[in-house]
Nanobody, 119 residues
């Protein structure tokens, strides 16, 4: 079982920056990717970015160039640096992990952290 704990959310003005952290614990050997999703009120949860076990990354188009996902393997932490924030980025941000064990896909979610961008 892999546990995720997010931190770093808060309120910021448009154009500002925030860095989210996702502390990962547990057995990590079967992890394929760790990523960030977000969900605004009345909308579906959407992918922000994820980083695979080989270090490759993937971003949603609207986040490219503004958000950067990275990891510190020594600290077992994944980060999301968010720059040039817009009011449309206001949402609850969730850390997500996906893995494969004995041929079966598994996943887990963090509790979420609120990001509020005011214009």
């Amino acid at each position: 079982q892999v546990q995720l704990v997010e931190s770093g959310g808060g309120s910021v003005q448009a154009g500002g920056s925030l860095r989210l952290s996702c502390a990962v614990s547990g057995v990590l050997s079967s992890v394929n990717a760790i990523g960030w999703y977000r969900q605004a009120p009345g909308t579906q949860r959407e992918l922000v970015a994820h980083i695979r076990s080989d270090g490759s990354t993937n971003y949603a188009d609207s986040m490219k160039g503004r958000f950067t996902i990275s990891r510190d393997t020594a600290k077992s932490t994944v980060y999301l640096q968010m720059n040039s924030l817009k009011s449309a980025d206001t949402a609850v941000y969730y850390c997500h992990v996906q893995g494969r064990l004995f041929g079966s896909i598994w996943e887990n979610w963090g509790q979420g952290t609120q990001v509020t961008v005011s214009s």
